[in-house]
């Protein structure tokens, strides 16, 4: 069952770039969020630039890849485009030390995959916390920059 604000119109047409090597992971994005937002699967880097570049208001990133070393410098790469766009990594349970070391470098969130949790409510939850999130920050540096302007 949806959440309320799960049903809310500015979380509905929320775009959604997900990144995965995982054909698996790519279909769950696929099939059982795109009933919720509106999400681009790619699988490779350079997909995954070329949607950036092509697409106007993107509310978040996810980063489902193999080694954290490889979401840390794609995240790198990303924030050199527009370091405004929220990324969140999605990696293996148990990497407790990447989980913190993404949050250090700026991820939004740290999704940790696994049977038990990547189901379609938690992961729609999460998602829709980090876009929440991301949009407080970028509230609040309005706010901030309105008050040093004046």
Partial sequence: MASESDNRPELQSQKLIVLSEDADTRAF????????????LVDSETDLMAGIAESGD???????????????ALQERISGVNASLPVAMMMSAGDEEDAVEALKRGFIDYIAKRKDSLQAD???KRIASSIELSRLRRQNQGLQDAIEAS
């Fill in 58 to 72: 993107i509310a978040l990133i996810v980063l489902d890849l193999d080694e954290a070393r490889q979401a840390f």
């Fill in 122 to 124: 938690l992961v729609r």
């Fill in 29 to 40: 994005f696929g099939e059982r969020l795109g009933d919720g937002f509106e999400v681009d």
